[in-house]
């Protein structure tokens, strides 16, 4: 009996130190291989092996590296789905957040002269997605960035959407980036004040650090503003009497209270800018109105 009994222990033991043995060789087998597959397929096999915790992180880990390889802001947010705490969640993060800005380079240089303007520095209006009355853009303090000599900039970290790009040049600058930060741009309405012609805040829009006691100084005779008839044309208004709308105007606008200037198109503010996520925009901005 005493003999059966240590026989049918050995067989325990040596079945034991088998299955151990055959779990370490598929082990080694799926580290060879190491590949999500391998890993999880040990994983199904021996759900209570003690290399549980090695495998699982060399899950993470080849997660990682397929996220990476696909380089896509579905693949980080995917992985971090999977993954919400770890070694790899701060470089995942960052990935997202450099694949969700892009980058604007380009020069600016006077239209009339040819010559580049140095030391502008270069301003961001976001336009809103939806069109809004009233109102064309929000002036952005970051990112910022002076032109060099030659009138190059690049402005990089910059999320994606749409721009009005602004300058302001350093002797006529008149605000820091804390001071424009956030500061919307937005149209007036013509309007009489007494008995000549100005331009009035419109109800629908806040005040705009680009009106001058009513108007948007643009010499010193001529304030100016949007059409509120016709969303395509500016108005130009004289103190001295007289509406002109043209459809065609090209110029400049400096705001006398900060010095922040900004360029008219045909009736529209310019230059626009669309940033996509990982792309640099390039623009040659000819500066009109200096």
């Given at each position: 009996?005493?003999?059966?009994?240590?026989?049918?222990?050995?067989?325990?033991?040596?079945f034991a130190l088998t299955a151990c043995s055959s779990s370490e060789k598929e082990y080694e087998k799926a580290r060879a291989e190491n590949t999500i597959e391998a890993y999880e397929e040990y994983l199904t096999k021996y759900p209570d092996t003690p290399f549980k915790s090695e495998i699982e992180e060399s899950i993470?880990?080849?997660?990682?590296?397929?996220?990476?390889?696909?380089?896509?802001?579905?693949?980080?947010?995917?992985?971090?789905?999977?993954?919400?705490?770890?070694?790899?969640?701060?470089?995942?993060?960052?990935f997202i957040r450099k694949l969700s800005v892009?980058?604007?380079?380009?020069?600016?240089?006077?239209?009339?002269?040819?010559?580049?303007?140095k030391d502008a520095q270069i301003i961001l209006c976001s336009i809103p997605k939806e069109k809004m009355q009233n109102f064309f853009c929000t002036l952005k303090?970051?990112?910022?960035?002076?032109?060099?000599?030659?009138?190059?900039?690049?402005?990089s970290n910059v999320p994606e959407g749409s721009y009005i790009l602004l300058y302001g040049m350093q002797d006529e600058l008149l605000v820091n980036p804390d001071e424009w930060d956030?500061?919307?741009?937005?149209?007036?309405e013509p309007c009489m004040?007494?008995?000549?012609n100005a331009v009035c805040p419109s109800s629908e829009a806040p005040e705009s650090m680009f009106w001058q006691n009513g108007g948007t100084h643009l010499s010193d005779t001529i304030f100016g503003t949007r059409a509120p008839d016709d969303p395509e044309a500016f108005i130009i208004i004289s103190k001295g009497?007289?509406?002109?709308?043209?459809?065609?105007?090209?110029?400049?606008?400096?705001?006398?209270?900060?010095?922040?200037?900004?360029?008219?198109?045909?009736?529209?503010?310019?230059?626009?800018?669309?940033?996509?996520?990982?792309?640099?925009?390039?623009?040659?901005?000819?500066?009109?109105?200096?």
């Open positions: 009996m005493r003999l059966e009994r240590m026989y049918y222990l050995t067989l325990i033991v040596l993470c880990s080849l997660n990682f590296k397929k996220a990476c390889s696909e380089d896509t802001i579905a693949a980080y947010e995917n992985f971090l789905e999977l993954y919400p705490e770890g070694q790899f969640v701060d470089r995942a993060r960052l892009g980058t604007i380079a380009g020069h600016i240089i006077c239209d009339s002269s040819g010559e580049p303007l303090a970051s990112p910022t960035v002076k032109s060099d000599k030659d009138g190059s900039f690049t402005l956030n500061v919307k741009l937005t149209q007036a004040k007494k008995m000549k009497g007289g509406v002109f709308q043209i459809h065609a105007y090209l110029g400049g606008v400096r705001s006398d209270r900060t010095g922040i200037s900004l360029m008219i198109m045909e009736g529209k503010l310019a230059p626009v800018v669309v940033v996509q996520p990982g792309d640099t925009t390039d623009i040659e901005w000819k500066v009109i109105g200096r």
